[in-house]
């Protein structure tokens, strides 16, 4: 019974998160143009409102969805993308997967505009479903997982690869404090 709560709020969670992260690249609309979804994953892209996005994942198969244009490329590894080429990069459920997340971020640093915004989201180290035990405190390294971050800690690794962060937010099923919401997404400034 646990386990099937677990998958259910898990779900919720995460349908949370991608209507957070469209609502606040669709905030935008107009002022940036060319998007990357880094990361994209099975789901494919995100529904930016017609806004021109690339997606980008390291299998070939998860390039789906909504994107124009469709690349394979590995976030662990040098990007396939000239400099300074994106307004906004959508990081979305991948660091915890990293090897070198400090490098992907730098990385992204790279591909991105003078002022360009990144959109990171990932599972919260400190969430309050994870206190109580109702999801993992661990990372599921049978799936992947390498690392669970806390909200300063994604703060400092930003920092220390030239992000100001803008804000931090929760996603979950409930209203909750970001601080202890299941999924972070914060958003962050080049320079």
Known sequence: MKRKLAIA???RITADTRR??????GLMNGKKKNV??????ERGSFDYGGL???????IKERVTGKAFRKIVADVDKKLPFKSKEFDIVVFSGVIQYLNYPARAIKEINRVLKPRGILVLTT???NSFLRILGFIGREPKTFAGEKRIYPPQELKRLLHTCNFR???ILGADFIFMPASLSSNLVLVAVKG
């Open 9 to 11: 709020l898990e779900e």
């Open 52 to 58: 021109k996005v690339t997606g980008a994942d390291r």
């Open 165 to 167: 962060v803008l804000n």
């Open 36 to 41: 990357l979804d880094l990361g994209c994953g």
């Open 123 to 125: 599972v919260n180290r």
């Open 20 to 25: 957070k992260i469209e609502s606040i690249v």
